[in-house]
C-alpha cells in the first residue's frame, strides 16, 4: 500500500518561514508529478505548487516568490519551503503525488495533511 506522510506544519508568525516535507512509501514504480495543495477553512482545495517529474515547477500567484517546491526522487519525497508567510497561507496543507504502481496505471495519493497556522 502506498501512502504519504506529511510533517512540517506548526504556528508561525506573520513574515516567518517554515517547510513542508512530504515522503512517499510503499510499492512504487516511480512518482510523475508531485504537488502541494491547501485547504481553508469553507473554502475549497487549491494547488500551492507542483513538480513534475523532470522537475518544472508551476506555482499559485499568491505564492510566487515566497515558496518554493522541490523534490528528491532518490527519496520520494516533496518539499514546500516557505518564506514570508502571511495570515492567508493559514490552511491544510496536503501533499499530492501522481504514482505509477503497476504500469501503465497512475494513481492519485494524497497526504493526511498538516495544518499551517500563521498568526498577525
Known amino acids: 500500500q502506498v501512502q504519504l506522510v506529511e510533517s512540517g506544519g506548526g504556528l508561525v508568525q506573520a513574515g516567518g518561514s517554515l517547510r513542508l516535507s512530504c515522503a512517499a512509501s510503499g510499492s512504487i514504480s516511480y512518482i510523475r508529478d508531485m504537488g502541494w495543495y491547501r485547504q481553508a477553512p469553507g473554502k475549497q482545495r487549491d494547488l500551492v505548487a507542483i513538480v513534475t517529474e523532470g522537475g518544472r515547477t508551476n506555482y499559485a500567484d499568491s505564492v510566487k516568490g515566497r515558496f518554493t517546491i522541490s523534490r528528491d526522487n532518490a527519496k520520494n519525497t516533496v518539499y514546500l519551503q516557505m518564506h514570508s508567510l502571511k495570515p492567508d497561507d493559514t490552511a491544510v496543507y496536503y501533499c499530492?503525488?501522481?504514482?505509477?504502481?503497476?504500469?501503465?496505471?497512475?494513481?492519485?495519493?494524497w497526504g493526511q495533511g498538516t495544518q499551517v497556522t500563521v498568526s498577525s
Open positions: 499530492n503525488a501522481h504514482i505509477v504502481i503497476n504500469f501503465p496505471t497512475i494513481e492519485i495519493i
